[in-house]
């Protein structure tokens, strides 16, 4: 236990120090449809770089895999979480995960996204009145445990954008799927295909004439894997890769509008440790392959689960670099089992 304790002070303590000493950079990462749903979900998964494909310990985190949903549990595991950001930006989030006997899961995981006090201007410059967008992604995530070392999902999301009063509100569906195996005792593998058929078509005709036609706004493609190492009891580490197909559309003279199509690659890991039964403390980071000016960015959290029997709450929260490089959040969390 001494090895691990010193391993885990020297891990945090550099994260701690490169979270410190490293500016927020900002960066253009190309501006594609839904980007708040691929900021991560609940202080846990932030903290630990997103690189939850693979875990079976914690319920409600089908987020990350459907297959989740399916995660034996004998109560009702409910958590809540906001981040704190910059520019009059908020983002919440909420799940819900049940037991679908003998052998099944259901989960129901609701993000949202919104931004207020924009200064509006026109052409001249002129200030023409303070604008908002509100977005929000509901996903309802079915999941089967075919035997003790394997079980799949499907989740459906439903995505809603509210982003000018004077053009109409877009609605899309998405599909996910998911797979988690269980190799051995201390080793877990994942994959899932996120954001199938996954769009929005915006139609901006009644603000900008008939000149403006309708965009298709496709959601990145996500295919994640992962790997996830049970240590011991106290020390966990997970690995994923994600390749992320972004889709885009620009305008080219007599050839109308093309779609343009990117692959982006990223290296997430994460590090979870409990020193005591009431204390969890967790690590992570991202690589970006496209993301030249701030490749690595960092995260950490802790969870301090509060010694009642009844709910057995926990308090989370994590502090990471979003995705936009724009800047650093604080994310925190509760969750309770019913």
């Known amino acids: 236990m001494k090895n691990i304790s010193y391993f885990t002070i ?26 708040f749903t691929r900021i991560g979900f609940s202080p846990i998964g932030i903290s630990m770089g997103n690189a939850m494909t693979a875990s079976t310990e914690y319920s409600g985190l089908s987020y990350y895999n459907p297959a989740q949903a399916a995660i034996k549990t004998g109560s009702v ?21 049940f037991r679908l006997p003998p052998s099944a899961g259901l989960a129901f995981t609701l993000i949202s996204a919104r931004t207020g006090d ?8 002129y200030h023409t009145g303070y604008l908002s967008t509100s977005e929000y992604r509901l996903s309802g995530d079915f999941s089967i445990r075919f035997s003790n070392h394997v079980m799949a999902g499907i989740g459906i999301n439903f995505n809603y954008s509210d982003l000018h009063e004077e053009i109409s509100a877009v609605q899309g569906i998405g599909i996910d799927i998911g797979v988690i195996g269980k190799i051995t005792s201390q080793i877990n593998v994942g994959a899932s295909v996120q954001n199938l058929f996954s769009s929005l078509s915006v139609n901006t005709t009644d603000l900008y004439g008939t000149d403006a036609a309708p965009r298709n706004e496709k959601h990145p493609l996500r295919i994640i894997t992962g790997i996830r190492y049970k240590y011991s009891e106290g020390l966990k580490m997970h690995v994923d890769y994600e390749v992320r197909n972004q889709f885009g559309e620009t305008a080219q003279d007599g050839l109308g509008r093309q779609e343009v199509r990117s692959t982006n690659h990223f290296l997430k890991s994460g590090v979870d440790y ?16 496209k993301n030249q000016d701030q490749s690595f960015k ?11 029997d009844r709910l057995t709450p926990s308090i989370d929260y994590a502090f990471a670099s979003e995705p936009s490089g724009i800047s650093s959040m604080h994310v925190f969390g509760l969750r309770v089992k019913i």
């Open 10 to 35: 020297i891990l945090f303590s550099v994260t701690l120090l490169i979270l410190t000493a490293a500016p927020a950079i900002s960066y253009s990462q190309g501006g594609f449809s839904g980007e």
């Open 274 to 289: 409990s020193p005591h039964e009431r204390v969890s403390l967790r690590a992570g980071v991202i690589w970006n392959e």
């Open 77 to 97: 595991p409910i958590q809540f979480s906001s981040a704190l950001m910059q520019f009059d930006r908020q983002l919440h989030m909420v799940s819900a995960n």
């Open 118 to 125: 924009i200064d509006g201007r026109n052409l001249s410059g």
């Open 298 to 308: 960092p995260s950490a959290g802790f969870s301090i689960h509060l010694p009642f």
